[in-house]
């Protein structure tokens, strides 16, 4: 874990890569406590691009009212292709100590740690990670802001399909997100008892479903849902209703729920998650503590080299799809 000496008076604190549920609350906790520590807290709009495009602004504690149970990121957020080159961090170092701020608080996802990491190593700018995605996939955190908000925004959609299909006795696919991550898929799937989940980490097949819901009509069940996480693109679940016709004949119903996971009010869950680390943050920073995320290992607060968290990946947990399958009988 690096350390460094400087005293900080004035902190930065943005949000990058695609919002999640809760990063309001982070912002909020890491504001309030900052300038409860005597610091000067500023915000940098639309994450590294704003960085680069000088666009930091000073925050106060009103600035915080009424932001705690708001989805998306009063800050705005991007991705951005520039900062991943050198030329675009040397910009975003330029601005930041223009701008006199002595340290960092990053709230995103691996690909945000990246660059993270990268301004600590080129720049000897000191950050401190924040998880925040829904989908759940950053090594070294049980949980990531968003990820419980997204599960229950999917599985409320889920228990409304579930209706409709029961009606009429309907075959259902529902295309969760998570990209290359089953996270999302593999909680939904198991809380809303679905009848198979495909997640890049399991080796279900189409085959194999088909048989499980023949199977599952033999035994006088009229109606199935099946989860899938999206894949590099969504649609998959456009694909596994062709292949799923083409092999059987049954006809399947597509439901992609997409962007909707990303918004909303964050459970009461995310919220305590988020304000948690947001403190956590300023407090690793204060104690001169830098190139770290917070996480979650269970209940308890870690700190966690960025190096580690980039070079690793974090699987979605394959017992819940077991579990689930034999649930789902
Ligand atoms: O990383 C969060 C996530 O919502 C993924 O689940 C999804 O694949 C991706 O972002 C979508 O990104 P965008 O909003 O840029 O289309």
Redesign the pocket.
């Known amino acids: 874990m690096a350390q460094f000496s400087q005293k900080i008076k004035r902190i930065g604190v943005f949000t990058s890569?695609?919002d999640a549920p809760g990063m309001n609350a982070a912002i909020r906790a890491v504001v309030r406590v900052g300038i409860a520590q005597n610091l000067e807290v500023y915000g940098i709009q639309n994450g590294y691009v704003g960085m680069m495009e000088n666009k930091i602004y000073p925050l106060q504690l009103r600035d915080m009212a009424n932001i705690i149970q708001r989805g998306g990121t009063i800050l705005k957020t991007g991705r951005s292709a520039e900062f991943m080159k050198a030329e675009g961090r040397v910009k975003a170092a330029q601005n930041l100590k223009a701008a006199q701020i002595d340290a960092l608080v990053c709230i995103g996802?691996d690909g945000s740690f990246r660059g993270a990491h990268a301004l600590w190593e080129e720049h000897h700018i000191p950050v401190v990670g924040v998880p925040g995605?829904?989908?759940n996939d950053i090594f070294g955190s049980d949980k990531t802001i968003g990820f419980d908000t997204a599960v229950n925004t999917a599985l409320e959609a889920i228990d409304r399909i579930r209706d409709t299909a029961a009606s009429h006795d309907r075959l259902f696919i529902v295309e969760v997100?998570?990209?290359n991550s089953g996270f999302i898929a593999s909680h939904v799937g198991l809380a809303g008892g679905a009848e198979e989940i495909f997640t890049p980490e399991g080796n279900t097949t189409v085959e194999k479903a088909v048989d499980r819901i023949k199977e599952a009509i033999g035994r006088g069940k009229t109606s199935s849902i099946l989860v899938t996480a999206?894949g590099q693109k969504p649609g998959r679940a456009y694909d596994l209703a062709d292949a799923i016709r083409k092999k059987s004949g049954m006809d399947a119903k597509v439901c992609i729920l997409g962007?909707q996971q990303?918004g909303g009010s964050p459970t009461a869950a995310d919220r305590i998650l988020a304000s948690r680390m947001g403190a956590a943050a300023v407090d690793s920073l204060l104690k001169g503590y830098c190139d770290i995320m917070i996480g979650t290992e269970g209940e308890r607060l870690v700190q966690v080299p960025l190096d580690l968290v980039t070079k690793n990946e974090k699987k979605s947990q394959l017992d819940l799809l077991s579990l689930a399958s034999i649930l789902a009988t």
């Open positions: 890569g695609g996802g995605t829904i989908d997100m998570g990209r999206e962007h990303r």
